[in-house]
């Protein structure tokens, strides 16, 4: 689409005025975060380091917000670990490899890319249960990984459908076996792909609330999310501390999404949540 | 069988996933659907065939729960279709720059963590004088409190339109140049090239994202659990899959009942399952299974 | 090291409908070089990738010595192999490129390195050892995949039109050099193309394909002296044999109402004339008509309208008769081409 006539430059401003909601409430997070007291955007109290103190004490009943961390770091590394490999040796399979019920599998594959998965967690709950992963972090990392499959062979389909036969052809000759081929071939060179899965799986990881909030119970395996949930519950909200809890647990949410930007554009317009 | 080792091998770990979490909770949700498994009969639960639906037809706020469904569900689609829709022209009609900008800010609410995203909605619509919101309208309650629909819609909406704006514009994108100099030639204005050339273009993406934003919103409760919990009162926000979720999960009621839950849910699921398999018919999905060009594994 | 004898028997290729190869039955001697010529979408390379392993045959067999390789594995059959667009991976060196093959085998490094490095000596590519395929020419990029597939030391060597993506020059010279190469080893090879110079300058023997079948296998200066059929008369020299279609009565070839003195030895009935451009003349008792006159440099290349057909004659230099012209067609007797209606060769 051509650029507007200058004397549409006015579309700027109206840019800018349509961020001012998002723009106010990252603002707002901030300011609450580092002061004692914020009314509206406007800090009224001491820079407040108070707000902080969850960092070295255990608040309110709570365990100590390291714990949550390093299960948040556990969850989202391995998550987007799992989703990285098996979906990419999915997707080699069904891109490359010729097999009977090859389209039906991708078929299954787009079929549940757009299904809604959050409907079926009070099933994934039982079978969780059964399975005697319930209240694990083992759990809610398969849950997750797998509810993040189908986009993610979908996704890494698309990349290795672009690599040349020939490339295969090539290495086959050379004496490789199909597997060897995979890893030593194929996936050096879908790299963008691997960095945009994996970095959306980590982001996704990292946010996830549903799943942990009903698959774990004991707070020795909650995850951040979880762990600040509790803090929004409550009758009197400390909102300064809260804030600062919400700023500690989003600042490698922000670090990563400026890193990954480019990549992100793509897979979020590539169709994943609503 | 050798033959087929590699693909085994390469599919084995999806497939175990795929197999254990989705395709069997689709079989549970549907079998416990027709139990009256609950926290009492967890053990031995009986078959009671469709009494669980039955039950919830007869159930007194069914039909509220429905039109709050519906009313959650087409507010909100209106939101992220049209927002997404604006957001999308305006970035593609300035310098990229500002462009790419403009769509990483809405990209922002999509990213951050939902619990974090609710925390700052909670914060921004605190009463006069902590909230924004509060302070600008002057008023002495949280507005959660005092318009609940109005913000479940738009803290949905500012999450949602992001779809729609990165869909749209790289329709956008495609769209040949061509056609807007020919417009221009033809001596149409800007907002009449939009009309009559660019939404027409716009018409299959925005038939997508409507679809499957429609299939999405119905069964995702997670930003009405955190902000409203299906409150204030009595179900005034509860919604089909949130009810749904807490008649089968929730701590907090004293008998927690699967089946119940269970039904509400499936109906869900095979709503799902005739949408998405639509879906297929969309794709051009012949294009999609070219034979391999290797035939040893 | 010595190559080995390829056999190919009643080895047949479908893709679903499509008949990509009818059937082949191909012997290929230890260490010859075999040229595989025919028109695009023939299966030339289906029939390569068939032999590489990377294709399962719909019948037949194929024999690498005394054993059948079709149920191998492609790692398990020794060939090296150059493709047309060099297939070079490109996030590796062009050193890690070429040791590739010998990695895989659990060789020591310093024996990888040692081989890596006499094979890039040996093609001039030495220095661009370090470099990345994008960052080095075509020529070298062509280079390096024939070391790939040669650091092995593979029995067979499969070349699928390796010349092709080259600009002239360099192609002539790569020509010479990947024959050299080759004969230096000895490695038994099978070279794709389309470019029938190429063919007949490199190899010992040529297939000419037509199709999805083969229509003749020999020597080249055989193919062109003693064509099969039509096909190959037309497909092999240029510019192209001239042929006529007519009915043969004994001692002449009767086009219309023209009758051509022909020598013993040919055919009865229906069948084709063939004769080069370069075996006909311009003084000869067969009347026509110039139509067109064109210089290719070292000689003239007139055409002429007899009766019904046209006919090329290459004349010296110096001879360049204006079109419209009436002119006598005649050509040299011992180097005539008889075929049947069928267009098979009739004769010696
Ligand atoms: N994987 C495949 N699936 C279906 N048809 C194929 C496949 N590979 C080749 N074919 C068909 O088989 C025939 C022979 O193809 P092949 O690639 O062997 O031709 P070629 O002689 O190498 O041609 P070129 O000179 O253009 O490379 C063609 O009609 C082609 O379309
Ligand atoms: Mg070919």
Redesign the pocket.
Known sequence: MPLLPPRWRLLLVAIAALSLPILSGLAWLLLTGWFDQVHGLVPTGRLGPDNWRFLWEAVGGRPSVWIPLRNSLIFSGVVATVVVLASSMAAYAISRLSFPGRAAYLGLVLVLHAFPAVSLIIAIFFILRRLGLFDTLTGVILVKASLELPLGIWLMKGFFDYLSWEMEMAALVDGVSRWTLFWRIALPMVRPGLLALGTFALLSAWGEFILPFTLIVSNQNWLMSAYLQTFLGEAFTDFGMVAAVGLFYAVPVIVLFLLGQRYLLNIYGGGVKG | MRRYAAPVIFLLPATCLIVAFFLAPVVTTLYLSLTDISVITFQNPQWVGMGNYATLLRDQFIGRIVLNTARYVVLTLLFNVGMGLVLALLSSSVHQRWGDQLRAVWLLPRILPPVVYVLIWQGLAREAPYGLIGTITGSSTSWITAAPWAVIVLANGLVGASFGMLIFTSAIRAIPADLFYASAVDGATTLQTVRRVVLPLLRWPIMFVTAYQTLSLLTSFEYILLLTDGGPGFYTTTVWSLHAYKLALSQYFGNVEFGLGAAMAAVLVVIGIVVSVAYLRIFNFRALVA?P?IEVN | MKGIRVRLKGLAKH??R?V??RTLDLDVRAGEMVAFL??????????LLMIAGIYQPTAGEIYFGERRVEHLHPRDRDVGMVF?SYALYPHLTIFDNIAFPLTLKKIAPAEVARRVRQIADLLGIAHTLDRRPGQVSGGQQQRAALARALVKEPQVLLL??PLSNLDAQIRVQARGEIRRLQQEIGVTSIL?T?DQSEALAMADRVAV?ST?ELQQFAPPDELYRRPANTFVARFVGYPPMNLLEGRYEPGAFVLDDLRIPVPPGHPAGRGWLGFRPEDATLDGDVPGRVTVAEALGRENLVTLRIGPAEVKVLVPQGRRPAPGTPARLGYRREHVHFFDASGRRVGA
Request: hydrophobic residues 25%; glycine residues 20%; negative net charge.
């Open positions: 034979e060009k | 893709f679903g499509v990509a190869l025919g028109p695009s979408g023939c299966g030339k390379t289906t029939t047309q699928d039109e794709v389309h394909f999805g």
